[in-house]
Structures are given as structure tokens and as C-alpha cells.
């Protein structure tokens, strides 16, 4: 199925190849484990869960029942059929028979939660890895890759992203243990020159890590950088995070309004952005169930579905934060019925706000949020210099194909 992009006549003639989605479910935590295994719709376009093995999806659950849901893709709308004697939820309500639901996030059966996916396609070859206290998910993998190369190649490192997406935790693996010199740039660590000067003595011939660069201000970078140059080569190696937005310079359209021009220049090769939790939602049953198990408690897939639900803003930090709060409240309240302790944490000890209705996978669309900026001139270029190849013209634009497919949507290509 091919459908043609441009009318303007300056441009070759070319004709964009259709990626044709495969919707599905993920399975993220059966059998009291964390998961991350693809289950497509199949070709009949109803997926039969439960432990029969004539069933489409078999899991090996006791809390399941042979033949327990039903899940299929019409016209835009998932449903639900519950099969089971033990009760299917979708989005943590019950299912009374069979419902049909536009953009639902999570399905429990039993004590196992798969969460729906509009496209499987993005996710195939994935996995999720635990190394330590790092969760290891496709971006997260790939931020860790890319902080890695810059420390081998020698490079001067700035790590982006949201407050609590775990910038500090990815640079104490790659530089084992972390800088030695710290620089509290939110606390006007570089704000004199006093200052500057001390902490470019502490680090001489070793690496000053710059917190929160963005708070600095140009004027004390563009001052730091100016030492650093007349430091000759004992000046320290810069590594460097920052809450603030960076879309112009992983782009390569130029710093943005808060980076000085010469610290962009040093940065140039050694930008990475570690993704918000909201892009990385398979890692979540991983970092809920170790957590729980750092408190010697066992998690559960009603928790696991509570924090699939839940917004957290402050990402990694908040998840962990409200996992450690629901341990808690699961303490106090054993104490309360003088039930003894509570091993399995349920997800009615998760405090928080009403859970969101976006569907989970809605953040791969937006993720690269700077491809929404190009222009109409721009995306055509790419398009016509692949030749209508859109997952070939979203490498080069350095973006994700379902990124550029929206992207086009909008500018009516």
C-alpha cells in the first residue's frame, strides 16, 4: 500500500512505503516475575489468554483459569471478553462479561498484567535487562551505549532529561563511581570566579562533573570555558547534566538559549538524552518488583498496574519514592489488624491521583519531540533523499519512523 507525499514539482517524484502496524498486548508481570514479551493479535484478530494449551497466549499461572479473556482490535476499539471464573480488569476495573474499551492501558488476569500496545512493531527484538541497579530497557541501553563512547573516546559528556529519569545513575556506571570533583551549579557553584578557579585546581587532569549546568547562566560558562582553554592540558574533562530542553542541539541546529555557544561546541559529540519513564513504561514492572524485593516484600501485578496507571512526574525518583510509601502502608496496616507482616504488596497501597487514560505506547509518537519542529522543506528532502522510505528518511532526520509518520499526518504530506 503506497500513498504519494509532495505535489511540489521541484521535488522527485516519489511514493512512501506504508508501515503497516501490529497491535497487540506486552506481557509485563506473570508468575510474580517482571516480563517483557510481545504477544501480536494474530491473524484472526482475537488473542485467547489463559493456562489451556489450546489457547492463543498460554501462561503458566495458577491464578489463571484455562480459558480466562478474550482480546481483540475493531475499528480503533479493544474488547474485552472475560472467560474466566476469577475475573479479568481492564485499567484496574472489572470486566462484567465483555467491554470495549478506545485507548486502554493495562489488562489483569489473575496475578498477571499485559499491557496493550497500538503497534508491537517498534518493540520487536527488544528486551529489558537488570545489571546491578540499572534497568536496562531499549533507551535506557541505548543512553548508557552512548555515555560509554564518550567516556572511551575522551569526550566532554552532557546528560539531559527530565528531574528523576536517573542522569547520576548512568554516569557513576560509565565513569565507575562517578566524578570525584561536583559542581552545584543550582547552588552558584560557578557563579564567581573564585569559584571557577577552585573547583578547575580540585579536577586538574581528572573530570569536574557540572550539576544542573543549565542553572548556571551563560555568562559562568562561557568564563568557565575560557579557563578551561588557558588550563592548557591539565584542564579537567567536563561531564555535565541539565533538566533543561536540548531539542536545537540534538538536532544540530545550534545551542539552545540556555547552553553558551563554547560549551556547545565541547559538547557537540557527547549529548545524551535519557529518556522520561513515560518512554521507557516496559522497564517499570522491573524497577516495582525490585524495589519491593529490596524491602524483602513481593510484589504484585495489581501494583505493577496501579504504577502503569499513574503518572510520576518526578519519573524514576517518584516511582521509587511511591513503592517505598505503599511498603510502608502495607506495614502500617498490618499492624492495625494485628495480622502479623504483609508479604505481597497490592496496589491499593499505592497512594496517588486518579490514573491517566493515555495509552502507554502514545509516548514513542512524540518521543524526538524536535522532529514536530522541522519544517515542511526539510521532511520533504529527507523523504525524496531516501525515496519515499520512511523508516530510512526518520534515520536520517534522526527520529523514530512513527514520529515522522505523525509528523507527516500533521503537515498533511
Known amino acids: 500500500m503506497t500513498r504519494g507525499f509532495s505535489d511540489d514539482p521541484t521535488l522527485p517524484a516519489v511514493r512512501i512505503a506504508e508501515v503497516v502496524a501490529r497491535p497487540g498486548l506486552a506481557l509485563v508481570f506473570a508468575c510474580g516475575e517482571p516480563r517483557f514479551e510481545l504477544c501480536p493479535l494474530p491473524a484472526s484478530g482475537t488473542l485467547a489468554i489463559g493456562r489451556s494449551t489450546t489457547v492463543d497466549l498460554q501462561l503458566d499461572d495458577s491464578t489463571l483459569s484455562r480459558s480466562h479473556a478474550e482480546v481483540s482490535l475493531r475499528d480503533g476499539h479493544w474488547t474485552v471478553r472475560d472467560t474466566s471464573r476469577h475475573g479479568s480488569f481492564v485499567d484496574g476495573q472489572h470486566v462484567a462479561g465483555e467491554v470495549s474499551v478506545g485507548d486502554p492501558r493495562t489488562l489483569r488476569l489473575g496475578d498477571c498484567l499485559l499491557a496493550f500496545v497500538s503497534d508491537t512493531t517498534p518493540y520487536r527484538g527488544r528486551s529489558v535487562a537488570c545489571d546491578g541497579d540499572l534497568v536496562l530497557g531499549h533507551a535506557t541501553a541505548t543512553a548508557l551505549a552512548q555515555v560509554e563512547r564518550a567516556r572511551n573516546a575522551g569526550e566532554d559528556l552532557l546528560l539531559v532529561g527530565e528531574p528523576g529519569t536517573g542522569k547520576e545513575t548512568l554516569l557513576r556506571r560509565a565513569l565507575h563511581g562517578g566524578p570525584s570533583i561536583v559542581a552545584d551549579c543550582a547552588r552558584g557553584a560557578l557563579a564567581t570566579d573564585h569559584g571557577r578557579r577552585g573547583l578547575l585546581a580540585a579536577a586538574r587532569n581528572d573530570t569536574l562533573f557540572l550539576d544542573e549546568l543549565g542553572a548556571a547562566g551563560r555568562d559562568a560558562q562561557e568564563a568557565l570555558v575560557a579557563m578551561l582553554q588557558a588550563a592548557g592540558p591539565t584542564a579537567p574533562r567536563l561531564v555535565a547534566t541539565s533538566t533543561q530542553p536540548v531539542e536545537h542541539t540534538l538536532a544540530g541546529v545550534g545551542p539552545p538559549s540556555w547552553l553558551a555557544p563554547s560549551?556547545?561546541?565541547?559538547?557537540?559529540?557527547?549529548?545524551?538524552?535519557?529518556?522520561?519513564?513515560?518512554?521507557?513504561?516496559?522497564?517499570?514492572?522491573?524497577?516495582?518488583?525490585?524495589?519491593?524485593?529490596?524491602?524483602?516484600?513481593?510484589?504484585?501485578?495489581?501494583?505493577?498496574?496501579?504504577?502503569?496507571?499513574?503518572?510520576?512526574?518526578?519519573?524514576?525518583?517518584?516511582?521509587?519514592?511511591?513503592?517505598?510509601?505503599?511498603?510502608?502502608?502495607?506495614?502500617?496496616?498490618a499492624r492495625r489488624s494485628s495480622t502479623g507482616g504483609v508479604d505481597r504488596i497490592e496496589g491499593r497501597y499505592l497512594q496517588g491521583p486518579v490514573p491517566v487514560?493515555?495509552?502507554?505506547?502514545?509516548?514513542?509518537?512524540?518521543?524526538?519531540?524536535?522532529?514536530?519542529?522541522?519544517?515542511?522543506?526539510?521532511?520533504?528532502?529527507?523523504?525524496?533523499?531516501?525515496?519515499?522510505?520512511?523508516?530510512?528518511?526518520?534515520?536520517?532526520?534522526?527520529?523514530?519512523?512513527?514520529?515522522?509518520?505523525?509528523h507527516l499526518r500533521k503537515l498533511g504530506l
Do not use: M, Y
Open 263 to 333: 560549551l556547545h561546541e565541547r559538547f557537540a559529540r557527547g549529548v545524551v538524552r535519557v529518556a522520561p519513564l513515560r518512554e521507557r513504561w516496559e522497564e517499570l514492572s522491573f524497577l516495582v518488583t525490585g524495589e519491593v524485593r529490596r524491602a524483602g516484600r513481593i510484589a504484585t501485578a495489581s501494583l505493577v498496574e496501579r504504577c502503569l496507571l499513574r503518572p510520576w512526574r518526578d519519573n524514576v525518583r517518584g516511582l521509587l519514592a511511591g513503592v517505598q510509601e505503599a511498603v510502608v502502608a502495607a506495614g502500617a496496616d
Open 357 to 406: 487514560t493515555a495509552p502507554l505506547d502514545s509516548a514513542l509518537e512524540i518521543t524526538d519531540a524536535h522532529a514536530l519542529r522541522l519544517d515542511r522543506e526539510s521532511t520533504e528532502r529527507a523523504l525524496a533523499e531516501a525515496g519515499g522510505d520512511v523508516e530510512r528518511a526518520a534515520a536520517q532526520l534522526r527520529v523514530h519512523k512513527n514520529t515522522l509518520q505523525r
